[in-house]
């Protein structure tokens, strides 16, 4: 499965990032961040990184979102994780992923693991 991961904003959101990327098996890996995203994170595993300019409105991140992501993830469904970010680039990531056609199952690093929630 693949995952899409918000990597954004938020207290200690970057480390929740990171130990999904690290402990779970993932067949590709999308982080929806910005230039200061991609250039100050380091995954343990080989992403691909879906730039966005954040100051826009929620329908041309969208936009940015779905045209990046169209034709390279894989399935029907996908594990997706919010943690990091605001509220518009959830809504962005989330209407992006549907009008590209795919389910999402919801992951969270929890205490006791990686949970579908």
């Known amino acids: 499965m693949d995952l899409v991961a918000c990597l954004s904003t938020g207290k200690g959101t970057w480390g929740h990032v990171s130990r ?9 890996i999308y982080l929806i961040t910005n230039e200061f995203g991609k250039e100050n994170f380091t995954p343990a595993k080989k992403a691909n990184f879906v730039l966005v300019d954040t100051r ?3 329908e041309e991140l ?11 993830l894989k399935g029907t469904e996908l594990a997706v994780n919010l943690v990091s970010g605001t509220g518009k680039e959830h809504m962005a990531v989330l209407s992006a992923l549907l009008q590209l056609g795919f389910g999402v199952r919801f992951l969270a690093l929890t205490k006791d693991g990686i949970k579908e929630i």
């Open 20 to 28: 999904l990327i690290a402990d779970q098996e993932w067949e590709n």
């Open 56 to 58: 826009r409105g929620t």
């Open 62 to 72: 969208r936009d940015e979102i779905k045209n990046q992501l169209k034709g390279f």
